[in-house]
């Protein structure tokens, strides 16, 4: 019969000969972990962002009493706020753009803002030139500031003919 001293040594035998195992065996090699891990993916649409196209709603003439032409007044609709639209007239290959200070601005009302601008026939011939006999036109965008997108531009066309005389707004 085994006595108890006996198992203590037999115990005690085994486990310095497991530490003995364990110290005789090679050190574990370092990896770079591998997993495997499946990925989905669906088709997704990307589409880039797009300034809204302002609304020309009126454009008219006004004349003197001899019928010359004296001013146009445009008025549109835009969801920007003033610093983000522009109003530029171009005759030719000659384009100017009108002053800030010829443009008033209401609202907005339902989101829109609306923009009415009175560009005297002096500003015109002062950007343009050659504005008696001509057609020039008039064109609304809304701008980023700080980046160079322009929406689609809403035209209109401002044609004078000679002497003043006949003008008209139209699409």
Request: charged share 5%; glycine share 8%; hydrophobic share 45%.
């Amino acid at each position: 019969m085994i006595t108890r001293r006996k198992r203590r040594v037999l115990a005690g035998a085994v486990g310095l000969s497991v530490l003995a195992g364990v110290a005789v065996l090679p050190s574990a090699q370092l990896t770079e972990a591998r997993f495997t891990d499946p990925d989905y993916a669906s088709s997704t649409t990307f589409t880039a962002g797009a300034l809204a196209t302002p609304v020309i709603t009126a454009c008219t003439v006004a004349n003197n009493v001899l019928g010359v032409f004296q001013s146009v007044t445009i008025t549109w609709t835009s969801p920007y706020v003033a610093a983000n639209v522009r109003l530029t007239a171009t005759s030719g290959t000659t384009t100017g753009t009108i002053p800030a200070a010829n443009i008033t601005a209401t609202g907005p009302v339902g989101g829109l803002y609306t923009y009415t601008a009175n560009v005297p026939q002096s500003l015109l011939a002062s950007l343009i030139s050659n504005l008696l006999g001509s057609t020039t036109t008039l064109s609304v965008t809304n701008v980023l500031p700080g980046t160079n997108w322009v929406s689609p531009a809403a035209t209109r066309r401002l044609s004078i003919a000679l002497l003043g005389l006949n003008a008209s707004c139209t699409v």
